[in-house]
T-cell receptor
Framework: EAGVTQFPSHSVIEKGQTVTLRCDPI?????LYWYRRVMGKEIKFLLH????????ESGMPNNRFLAERTGGTYSTLKVQPAELEDSGVYFC??????????????FGPGTRLTVT | AQSVTQLGSHVSVSEGALVLLRCNYS??????LFWYVQYPNQGLQLLLK??????LVKGINGFEAEFKKSETSFHLTKPSAHMSDAAEYFC????????????FGSGTQLTVLP
């Protein structure tokens, strides 16, 4: 079974540019999460999809961040325009959601974003 | 609101020595508790979790953790460190009854010395 994959693994962009991160969850996982770790700090929750619907986006920092999950499969996280403080590692995770019972979240390797 | 504190951003132990990584949480009700490990260039991997029942939880790779409600702690231990245990370890909590939104500690980098 393939794990959670994320693309790209690294991205270096200039302030003001746009970047789109992609996450492919494990096949069959309805739950998809985005987290972010800013350098030296804790990993923080950004948002949660159940299939294609945003269940919880309370962790999204501002309206420069837009997450989508069309068709309930892969997800994208777009940052536009990027600011210096957006630098960090963006993790995606997925899990089963059967009968309201939540299962283990499986994490991808992350995308390291550097904004210069 | 929930929070997690991991004491010691860096811990060094000798190979064969006891590993003890500390985690304390703050929550109005007992949450679900997790330990994750991240090896270089890999995603976070679940080591173990506590939801309900027995407070001593055994995980993969010989690790275990004990939920102590009175101390609001969930420390991770391993009797004998191996070189392959060198990694970053994260303690996390989620609301009781849900394994959804995780709140993480700041992580502890474990170094194993030969």
């Amino acid at each position: 079974e393939a794990g959670v994959t994320q693309f790209p693994s690294h991205s270096v962009i200039e302030k003001g540019q746009t970047v789109t991160l992609r996450c492919d969850p494990i096949s069959g996982h309805d739950n998809l999460y985005w987290y972010r770790r800013v350098m030296g700090k804790e990993i923080k929750f950004l948002l949660h999809f159940v299939k294609e619907s945003k269940q919880d986006e309370s962790g999204m920092p501002n309206n420069r961040f837009l997450a989508e999950r069309t068709g309930g499969t892969y997800s994208t996280l777009k940052v536009q325009p990027a600011e210096l403080e957006d630098s960090g590692v963006y993790f995606c995770a997925s899990s089963h959601d059967l009968g309201g019972i939540d299962y283990e979240q499986y994490f991808g390797p992350g995308t390291r974003l550097t904004v210069t | 609101a929930q929070s997690v504190t991991q004491l010691g951003s860096h811990v060094s132990v000798s190979e064969g020595a006891l590993v003890l990584l500390r985690c304390n949480y703050s929550s109005s009700v007992p949450p679900y508790l997790f330990w994750y490990v991240q090896y270089p260039n890999q995603g976070l991997q679940l080591l173990l979790k506590y939801t309900t029942g027995a407070t001593l939880v055994k995980g993969i790779n010989g690790f275990e953790a004990e939920f102590k409600k009175s101390e609001t702690s969930f420390h991770l231990t391993k009797p004998s460190a191996h070189m392959s245990d060198a990694a970053e370890y994260f303690c996390a909590v989620s609301p009781s009854g849900s394994a959804r939104q995780l709140t993480f500690g700041s992580g502890t980098q474990l170094t194993v010395l030969p």
